[in-house]
């Protein structure tokens, strides 16, 4: 996705480029994009130029919607419910809550930054940049 938003404006971008210059397999770059083209993030533009573009402008495709589509779990420090509650110590509990305000903050975050946000600084590295700001 990020590929593509970088490439976002342009000609199509084929999978044979895309796997070459990401050091990907390009089997199993089809099985992503076959799975993000059913969510409507890409399409493909057939012919001699075709390959796959973006369906959105890159300021409008959030980093936790990508990885959700993808099936990554953004709440990865979420501790699951026990089946059965019991009386607990406080720690344990002050624990659990904290992961879950953590985890929580987590999403927002990835929510908040775009795919246009992680291009534009990784093209303006060491220059005066404004750094992408992560607020837990």
């Known amino acids: 996705?990020?590929?593509?938003?970088?490439?976002?404006?342009?000609?199509?971008?084929?999978?044979?480029?895309i796997a070459?210059?990401?050091?990907?397999s390009a089997a199993y770059l089809e099985q992503?994009?076959?799975?993000?083209?059913?969510?409507?993030?890409?399409?493909?533009?057939?012919?001699?130029?075709g390959g796959y573009v973006l369906t959105a402008k890159p300021s409008l495709i959030s980093v936790g919607k990508v990885l959700t589509t993808l099936g990554e779990d953004a709440q990865a420090g979420r501790m699951a419910e026990p089946a059965v509650r019991r009386k607990r110590p406080a720690a344990h509990e002050a624990?659990?809550?904290?992961?879950?305000k953590l985890s929580d903050a987590f999403s927002k975050a990835l929510d908040r930054v775009s795919l246009e946000d992680l291009i534009l600084s990784a093209r303006n590295k060491g220059l005066a940049a404004s750094p992408i700001h992560f607020n837990i």
């Open 32 to 49: 992503i994009l076959s799975r993000i083209k059913r969510e409507g993030w890409v399409k493909s533009v057939r012919g001699p130029r």
């Open 1 to 17: 996705m990020l590929y593509l938003a970088d490439h976002y404006g342009e000609s199509a971008v084929s999978i044979k480029q």
């Open 95 to 100: 624990s659990e809550l904290f992961l879950h």
């Open 20 to 24: 070459e210059e990401e050091r990907i």
